[in-house]
């Protein structure tokens, strides 16, 4: 059973690009988290999906961001017209049931710089 | 919002010796996890603290629960070098679908 898998695991963009970051959750999970982890800070949360549906997108900034988890396919962060400040590692996060998290698997992260 | 607040933020120790790191957080919340996180790699779980006085241990690590308290630790003994990593609390909410990170605690273990 293969962990929590997302691709790229680095990313560069010039600014004014498009980002798109997956993520594949775990077989059976069907509940999908993406964090945000600034340089020398923790993880903050941005958007908690179920299948063809989000559910939380409190951490989401209003413009630019967008998050989807379709019926096949892995979840799909997407960020239009990068800045600089967009860089940082985007984690996914997916569990068996929620929405507590409690038993939440991370992916390795992608990584995405923006020059 | 919730804060979760962790210290200190950096931490450089002898092989061999003691310390703890300590979780603070500001509203109730029954659970509390502890994450390892190597360079570069993603969030690994050690311990899931689900009740007042929980207390789990594995190896080198005991990580301890006081809900009144608002209070978590970390407990390192005998530190070795493969214990060099960021440790990060994390709480979350009954009423809520995400975790509240701290900020981390960047532990170096020298010989």
């Known amino acids: 059973n293969a962990g929590v898998m997302q691709n790229p695991r680095h990313l560069v963009r010039r600014r004014g690009q498009e980002a798109r970051l997956r993520c594949s959750p775990m077989?059976?999970?069907?509940?999908v988290y993406w964090y945000r982890q600034l340089p020398e800070e923790g993880l903050k949360f941005m958007v908690y999906l179920q299948k063809e549906n989000i559910i939380d997108e409190s951490g989401m900034p209003k413009e630019r961001f967008s998050a989807e988890f379709p019926k096949e396919g892995p979840s799909i962060l997407r960020i239009q017209q990068v800045v600089r400040g967009d860089s940082a590692a985007y984690f996914c996060?997916?569990?068996?049931?929620?929405?507590?998290?409690?038993?939440?698997?991370f992916g390795q992260g992608t990584r995405l710089t923006v020059v | 919002e919730l804060k979760v607040e962790q210290n200190p933020l950096f931490l450089s120790m002898q092989e061999g010796k003691n310390y703890t790191i300590y979780c603070n957080y500001s509203t109730t919340s029954d659970r509390l996890y502890w994450y390892r996180q190597d360079p570069g790699k993603s969030l690994e779980s050690l311990f899931v603290l689900l009740s007042n006085g929980a207390v789990k241990q594995e190896g080198r690590l005991m990580a301890s629960l006081d809900t009144k308290a608002r209070l978590s630790t970390l407990h390192i003994t005998a530190a070795v070098h493969d214990l060099s990593a960021t440790y990060f609390c994390?709480?979350?909410?009954?009423?809520?679908?995400?975790?509240?990170f701290g900020t981390g605690t960047s532990l170096t273990v020298i010989p």
């Open positions: 077989k059976g999970h069907s509940h």
């Open positions: 996060a997916s569990s068996p049931r929620g929405p507590l998290p409690g038993e939440a698997f």
């Open positions: 994390a709480v979350d909410m009954d009423t809520g679908n995400q975790f509240y």
